[in-house]
């Protein structure tokens, strides 16, 4: 039926025939650069990827270290304090004072270190519950940047036009044109 169809267009077959092959060819030419954008789209995800998991990691570590030199910094600070507590009782025994007054300033050299150690202890949950919640926002952020990068490797594999649709739309643009040249 399509030979007849072309054989009784008659001098217009030829440029007819030339005008599917190039929408075919045009169509087909559009699939593989939408194929190669996409995958260029695809290998420009993954090396992005490797880089926001590294830079996740860095500051995952950078995060810890902070966090492990507070640490560090707190207890040096407990001790500090325990150590001025001792003395301060070591000063008020020394001073060879006996009785009640002797006692109460034992027991408020004491209520203060303590007081001291646990104003510390107190900053040292604070920092740790803020690495908590800052490791979560850095894990937010790297989980944010993994969807971005998928939804564009999506967004451009979806612009790729099937075969099907290449070769419908090219038999619809030569239906038009026969129904053109036999309507002239």
């Known amino acids: 039926m399509c030979v007849a169809a072309i054989t009784a267009l ?3 077959a030829t440029p007819f025939v030339a005008s ?9 030419a559009q699939r593989s650069a939408a194929q190669s954008a996409a995958e260029q ?31 560090a910094s707190s207890a040096q600070e407990k ?16 001073s060879e004072q006996a009785g009640l007054t002797v006692n109460l300033l034992l027991a408020d050299a004491e209520r203060q270190t303590a007081n001291a150690r646990e104003s510390i202890n107190q900053t040292l949950e604070s ?14 952020q790297r989980d944010d ?10 967004q451009a594999y979806n612009q790729i036009p099937s075969l099907g649709s290449v070769i419908l739309n090219t038999a619809a643009q030569g239906l038009s044109s026969y129904a053109q040249l036999t309507a002239s």
Not at 63 to 69: H, Y
Not at 79 to 94: D, M, N
């Open 41 to 71: 789209q695809y290998q420009s995800a993954l090396i992005t990827n490797r880089s926001a998991e590294e830079a996740f990691a860095n500051q995952q570590e950078a995060t810890a270290a902070q966090l492990k030199e507070t640490r």
């Open 127 to 140: 920092v740790s519950r803020q690495y908590t919640r800052n490791i979560r926002g850095l894990e937010s």
């Open 20 to 28: 599917l092959g190039l929408n075919l060819a045009s169509g087909l």
């Open 145 to 154: 940047r993994r969807n971005q990068l998928q939804s564009n490797i999506n």
């Open 79 to 94: 001790l500090a304090k325990t150590i001025q507590g001792l003395q301060a009782r070591g000063s008020i025994r020394a």
């Open 10 to 12: 008659g001098s217009a």
